[in-house]
């Protein structure tokens, strides 16, 4: 089965700056899909970046970007410029790619990271 | 765009009653999945469907029971209710390979 671990339990960082968070995975696919979602107070869970494994280009939207490492099963996000709004609970997670490996499309969460934004 | 639907957003139930939670996934799309996010906790896969049939299944209580119907809404229905039911529980579409998720809908089991 597979795992996702999240490392951090909670981060801080200061408004206007870059913050790392990082996750790990563990898994015997090749094929799968790595995703952050951020939870706001409101819970609302919100996408924030997708990555798919065998493209070696990592995804990028906007402030936010991954370093994603399939050798290392690593796939952290950087948030730059960071803002007020970005404080949230961040979620790793990882799902199968189901059609070409049986697998299921559904997906494992790590515990979260808990990112608060200093003004 | 049309997002996923959840209702009703709140639930308040007393020990050993029933609750059905409704979802109404992204219009044209068959596939809906169901967690449930505890206080502090991560969100948990519980079941899933695929034109109108149960694709997977996770770590969901026997109390619980869900389907798809022929709109492709899905209702996840829970019967003597726990303290421990008392979450935040999710509903999932997928218009592409990434999860949309639902408002959510907070159950309170008094």
């Known amino acids: 089965a597979q795992t996702v671990t999240q490392s951090q339990p909670e981060m801080s960082v200061q408004e206007a700056e870059t913050v790392t968070l990082s996750c790990t995975y563990d898994?015997?696919?090749?094929?799968?899909?790595l995703f952050w979602y951020k939870q706001p107070p409101s819970r609302q869970m919100i996408l924030v970046i997708r990555?798919?494994?065998?493209?070696?280009q990592n995804a990028t939207e906007n402030r936010f970007s991954v370093n994603f490492q399939k050798a290392a099963k690593s796939f952290s996000l950087k948030i730059s410029d960071s803002q007020l709004g970005d404080a949230a609970m961040y979620f790793c997670?990882?799902?199968?790619?189901?059609?070409?490996?049986?697998?299921?499309?559904?997906?494992?969460f790590g515990k979260g990271t808990k990112l608060t934004v200093n003004p | 765009a049309a997002g996923v639907i959840q209702s009703p957003r709140h639930l308040i139930k007393e020990k050993r009653e029933t609750a059905t939670l409704k979802c109404y996934p992204i219009?044209?799309?068959?596939?809906v999945y169901w967690y449930q996010q505890g206080p502090g906790q991560d969100p948990q896969f519980l079941i899933s469907?695929?034109?109108?049939?149960?694709?997977d299944k996770g770590s969901i209580p026997d109390r619980f029971s869900a389907q798809q119907f022929s709109d492709y809404h899905s209702e996840l229905n829970m019967s003597s209710l726990e303290l421990g039911d008392s979450a935040l529980y999710f509903c999932?579409?997928?218009?592409?390979?990434?999860?949309?998720f639902g408002p959510g809908t907070r159950l309170t089991v008094l």
């Open positions: 999932a579409s997928i218009p592409t390979d990434t999860q949309y």
């Open positions: 990555q798919e494994a065998y493209k070696q």
């Open positions: 469907f695929y034109e109108k049939m149960q694709s």
């Open positions: 898994t015997s696919e090749s094929d799968y899909y």
């Open positions: 219009p044209r799309h068959d596939t």
């Open positions: 997670a990882y799902r199968s790619a189901w059609r070409t490996q049986g697998g299921s499309e559904k997906l494992v």
